[in-house]
């Protein structure tokens, strides 16, 4: 079965780091772009990085650029997010997905980020 | 980067049709043929219902149909079913290697 399974999400504090990872299974990890999407509570989805599959290119968006940082281990079939500097606007559910035919898709479960103090 | 934008909300009675908008710029939308569309139940994960414009993952319904236009991409349900009830988002590959998401539109079916 094809399946991605996100960790690493909690409470932290303003100003804080955290490190997400995901767990892919049932695929060739080492075949497929990844990408990160959150979506913060009661509002929509928003992409936030993405990584070839080789990781030798990385992409963000404005809102996490120097703060964020996309990685990945394909011995591992782990795709990871260091996250940095967090304020309340980067509290949100991180969900991991994988590119196909430039969309996303397969998702995980999805991993909570809660930034207070 | 921009939001994609998107109504609110669209409703239909079972049985209808409805359409759903998503409205980009040259850069994203209208740039490339790499639209999609997402279908997202509350507490659920999003499922991708769309890719490149108008292609069908399999077992996705061929109720579901995406077109676009310059600079504007559609959603559109056929048949409405209750089951259909959710939000939707669109996005699109951009200029810059992202990609950029719709602001989302909650589907209700009447």
């Known amino acids: 079965e094809v399946q991605l399974v996100e960790s690493g999400g909690g409470l932290v504090q303003p100003g804080g780091s955290l490190r997400l990872s995901c767990a892919a299974s049932?695929?060739?990890?080492?075949?497929?772009?990844m990408l990160w999407v959150r979506q913060a509570p009661g509002k929509g989805l928003e992409y936030v990085s993405s990584i070839t599959n080789n990781g030798r290119s990385t992409y963000y968006a404005n809102s996490v650029k120097g703060r964020f940082t996309i990685s990945r281990d394909n011995s591992k079939n782990t795709l990871f997010l260091q996250m940095g500097s967090l304020t309340a606007e980067d509290m949100a559910v991180y969900y991991c997905t994988r590119a196909q035919w430039r969309a996303f898709d397969i998702w995980g479960q999805g991993t909570m980020v809660i930034v207070s103090s | 980067q921009s939001a994609l934008t998107q109504p609110a909300s669209v409703s239909g009675s079972p049985g209808q049709s409805i359409t759903i908008s998503c409205t980009g710029t040259?850069?994203?939308?209208?740039?490339?043929?790499?639209v999609s569309w997402y279908q997202q139940h509350p507490g659920k994960a999003p499922k991708l219902m769309i890719y490149e414009v108008s292609n069908r993952p399999s077992g996705v319904p061929d109720r579901f149909s995406g077109s676009k236009s310059g600079n504007t991409a559609s959603l559109t349900i056929s048949g409405l079913q209750a089951e259909d009830e959710a939000d939707y988002y669109c996005s699109s590959f951009t200029t810059s290697n992202t990609r950029v998401f719709g602001g989302g539109t909650r589907l209700t079916v009447l």
């Open positions: 049932g695929f060739t990890f080492s075949t497929y772009g």
């Open positions: 040259s850069s994203d939308v209208g740039g490339y043929n790499y």
